[in-house]
């Protein structure tokens, strides 16, 4: 079975530009959930949705971030615009029932805002 | 105060040791508790859940301690490939569910 798919895996930009990343959940899971990754600050959970709405947003970080989920199967998260302090590994995790089944990560996207 | 806490390590221990991770969390509702494995540059992945009564998967035992808000995870006769590092998740539901990972506490193994 294909697990939670994200692309790019590596995205090197420079400020100011802007970033989307994807991912593509599990299918037949119902959540999907963006982290993001520092050695400061660990694991954060970003935004997460329930059958393509967005539930919690309270871990965006500012206004320069954005997700989308358009569909059961596709997410976008865009940073616009880029600032070095965005650098961080990006997670998209998937879920059939959050509270319950333990969330599927995808590899990752190693973001570097130069 | 953090909402999870854990002991970042790293803790440099022979083949062959015996090692335990703690790890507190603050939100006295939190329902649900896992480990999670995190090897260098590589996505987060499932180790074991936690359960009141305690568990044991092979040479991985984890305890909870609803009383203290205590979680533990022993690692027996480690190997070289349990070099990783350990988060403490916590699921309080009373935050809408929302997990909640620890810093991780840093694991290496040497020959």
């Known amino acids: 079975d294909a697990g939670v798919i994200q692309s790019p895996r590596h995205e090197v930009t420079e400020m100011g530009q802007e970033v989307t990343l994807r991912c593509k959940p599990i299918?037949?899971?119902?959540?999907l959930f963006w982290y993001r990754q520092t050695m400061m600050r660990g694991l954060e959970l970003l935004i997460y949705?329930?059958?393509?709405?967005?539930?919690?947003d309270s871990g965006m970080p500012e206004d320069r971030f954005s997700a989308k989920m358009p569909n059961a199967s596709f997410s976008t998260l865009k940073i616009q615009p880029s600032e070095p302090r965005d650098s961080a590994v990006y997670f998209c995790?998937?879920?059939?029932?959050?509270?319950?089944?333990?969330?599927?990560f995808g590899d990752g996207t190693r973001l570097s805002i130069l | 105060r953090k909402e999870v806490e854990q002991d970042p390590g790293p803790f440099n221990v022979p083949e062959g040791a015996t090692v335990a991770f703690n790890c507190t969390y603050s939100?006295?509702?939190?329902?649900?508790f896992f480990w999670y494995r995190q090897d260098c540059r590589k996505e987060p992945k499932l180790l074991m859940s936690?359960?009141?009564s305690g568990n044991e998967d092979g040479r991985f035992t984890a305890q909870l301690n609803r009383a203290s808000q205590y979680i533990s995870l022993l690692i027996r006769d480690s190997k070289l490939s349990d070099s990783a590092t350990y988060l403490c998740?916590?699921?309080?539901?009373?935050?809408?569910?929302?997990?909640?990972f620890g810093q991780g506490t840093e694991l290496s193994v040497k020959p």
């Open positions: 995790a998937s879920s059939f029932a959050r509270t319950l089944e333990p969330q599927h």
């Open positions: 299918s037949g899971h119902d959540y």
């Open positions: 949705f329930n059958n393509n709405v967005p539930i919690d």
């Open positions: 939100n006295s509702a939190s329902q649900s």
């Open positions: 936690v359960y009141s």
């Open positions: 998740v916590v699921i309080a539901y009373n935050q809408g569910g929302k997990l909640i």
